[in-house]
């Protein structure tokens, strides 16, 4: 079994940062390939980052250079590092185990003056 558990969102202006954090439950972590989508109102989710075993990283076009998705299997957790936000990075971001098909409940990150 397995939960996910987001925090790190909320409210910056753009060109402000922000890092998420994803904590993880369960044995199969450390095994699993692990991402971050989001999806904004209106919008289909989308996927933002992903880093798979040891630690190969993919990224969306539009999120390159600005965000940095990284993992820690001792504490069983994923990041996301997001610097120069803008405008259209408001979303909710939603942490996803792909080993065991798993979503967490998301965070708002909000990007506005």
């Known amino acids: 079994q397995v939960q996910l558990v987001e925090s790190g969102g909320g409210l910056v202006q753009p060109g402000g940062s922000l890092r998420l954090s994803c904590a993880a439950s369960g044995s199969s972590f450390s095994i699993s390939a692990m991402g971050w989508f989001r999806q904004a109102p209106g919008k289909e989710r989308e996927l933002v980052a992903r880093i798979s075993l040891p630690s190969i990283t993919n990224y969306a076009d539009s999120v390159k250079g600005r965000f940095t998705i990284s993992r820690d299997n001792a504490k069983k957790t994923v990041y996301l590092q997001m610097n120069s936000l803008k405008p259209e990075d408001t979303a909710v971001y939603y942490c996803?185990?792909?080993?065991?098909?798993?979503w967490g409940q998301g965070t708002q990150v909000t990007v506005s003056s």
């Open positions: 996803y185990h792909y080993l065991r098909d798993y």
